[in-house]
């Protein structure tokens, strides 16, 4: 899933050039104690970031989230997790909702976006705030896409909209901040970088609150201010 997430992001900033995209890895497994799957850094032009802690969530073919849905009444759910991310770290935590190919039938798309109205197919990868999952997810049924869909979901390329429709966070981040010496950037849209580059980390250690991947896009500032229309 991760790599489906990375080749779209890729294809939307390709039509908001000259946006770039890096990626980086931890080469040895990692559970986080939050449940952030990813993290996503993305650039507001002035030098400082906006950090999404995402949880990604695989679409069965009947339209549901097997894994959204109460388990054990007065349980530790992953969004409580994320949202404990959100107060601790300043960051916004989202799902990361891949619906791919699926037998339901959903009604159309009501959002637009500076690109208008985005199409279902936009769709194949949502982004759903943890907060609204927190409030959606009240049975022991698992939630169906349909619950979120269209007023709480956000397509991806909106990520790349001027100004973009996902919220700020409580804090910035700078480059420094976000800290990828104990990754290996294994993706580096940007001209003159290697895009396969690797650090040697023998200690295996990452800070409190970090995912596993950690992703960076820098958008064309003119995106950002919205000078250059949709």
């Known amino acids: ?10 294809r939307f900033s390709d039509r908001v050039s000259p946006t770039t995209i890096r990626v980086y890895k931890t080469s040895w497994p990692v559970e986080t104690a939050f449940g952030n799957d990813i993290d ?4 507001d032009g002035t030098g400082q970031y906006d950090w999404y802690a995402l949880q ?3 679409m069965s073919h009947e339209g549901e989230f097997n894994d959204l849905k109460i388990k054990v ?3 530790l759910h992953q969004w409580h997790k994320l949202l404990l991310h959100e107060r601790l770290f300043g960051s916004q935590a989202f799902y990361l909702l891949y619906t791919g190919r699926s037998k339901g039938s959903f009604i159309a798309p009501t959002k637009e ?11 194949g990868m949502s982004l759903v705030k943890a907060h609204d999952i927190h409030k959606t997810v009240r049975r022991t049924t698992p939630m169906l896409f349909s619950e979120v869909f269209p007023d709480l979901a956000e397509p991806l390329r909106s990520i790349f909209c001027c100004p973009p429709s996902l919220p700020p966070t409580a804090k910035k981040f700078s480059e420094n901040d976000i800290q990828t010496s104990a990754y290996q950037q294994v993706y580096a849209r940007r001209k003159g970088e290697d895009p396969y580059r690797g650090n040697d980390i023998s200690d295996r ?12 896009i820098d958008r064309n500032p003119d ?3 919205g000078s250059s229309g949709s």
């Open 1 to 10: 899933m991760t790599d489906h997430f990375i080749l779209d992001l890729v």
């Open 40 to 43: 996503l850094f993305v650039g």
């Open 56 to 58: 990604a969530k695989v």
């Open 73 to 75: 009444k007065g349980e």
């Open 113 to 123: 976006d500076c690109k208008g109205l985005a199409h279902i197919g936009d769709y």
């Open 205 to 216: 250690f990452l800070p409190d609150g970090f995912a596993p991947i950690r992703i960076l």
């Open 223 to 225: 995106v950002v201010d």
